[in-house]
């Protein structure tokens, strides 16, 4: 079935360091895919968002690259601050125009080392 | 800036009583949504509501679930008879308009006991 899936469920970085975090989506059909951040106790965040009329997008210290090819997202984030340990999931919506059901990645934890 | 609104923030109850898990979405949101995280698990959709009636419902939402819009502010979550797997964190979300950001309230902690 259609899923959303991520390479690495952990990862460490030292504060300053660039982080990368990736996800794979199986359905060719999505056209619209947002990274959430989420805290422990809270609710997802939006970061960003992209359409796959795009193959990447920036905003401040995020940015995000969208491979259709091979089905591909990531979450690049520069400069990692201890404010960023978080969960971070992917999302992506298999049925635009329809439903509009968000389909949700495993989520990875990233943990920023002082 | 504008935010969707849960109560309570937790809510324990007995296997086989009724909860309500209540949200108020953003005011000039069309499209409303429950979704629930168990605990260290990834966050799984529920349901998604729009013009008044259910759009889209998954296998987790059976006949134990209802929701409702009883008015022009107010989006609730009903479980009929809780059962001790519905403990999880309850959140609704909201979008404006199709195929736009999902914006996510704080959540809902239920503990069936």
């Known amino acids: 079935g259609e899923s959303v899936g991520l390479h690495l469920p952990t990862l460490s970085v030292q504060e300053g360091d660039n982080s990368i975090i990736n996800c794979a989506y199986s359905?060719?059909?999505?056209?619209?895919f947002i990274w959430y951040k989420q805290e422990s106790g809270k609710g997802p965040q939006f970061i960003i968002d992209i359409r796959s009329n795009m193959d990447k997008r920036q905003g401040q210290r995020v940015t995000v690259l969208l491979n259709k090819t091979v089905k591909h997202l990531s979450l690049q984030i520069a400069a990692t601050q201890p404010g960023d340990s978080a969960v971070y999931f992917c999302?992506?919506?298999?049925?635009?125009?329809?439903?509009?059901?968000?389909?949700f990645g495993p989520g990875t934890r990233l943990s920023v080392l002082p | 800036e504008p935010e969707v609104t849960q109560t309570p923030s937790h809510q324990v109850t007995q296997m086989g009583q009724e909860v309500i898990l209540r949200c108020v979405p953003i005011s000039n949101h069309l499209y409303f949504y429950w979704y629930r995280q168990i605990l260290g698990q990834k966050v799984e959709f529920l349901v998604s509501?729009?013009?008044?009636?259910?759009?889209?419902k998954s296998e987790i939402f059976d006949d134990q679930f209802s929701v409702e819009r009883p008015d022009g502010s107010n989006f609730t979550l009903k479980i009929r008879s809780t059962k001790l797997e519905d403990s999880a964190m309850y959140f609704c979300a909201s979008m404006g308009r199709t195929n736009e950001k999902l914006f996510f309230g704080s959540g809902t902690q239920l503990s069936v006991l």
């Open positions: 359905n060719s059909a999505s056209d619209y």
């Open positions: 509501f729009y013009n008044n009636e259910i759009s889209e």
């Open positions: 999302a992506e919506n298999p049925s635009p125009g329809y439903g509009q059901n968000f389909v």
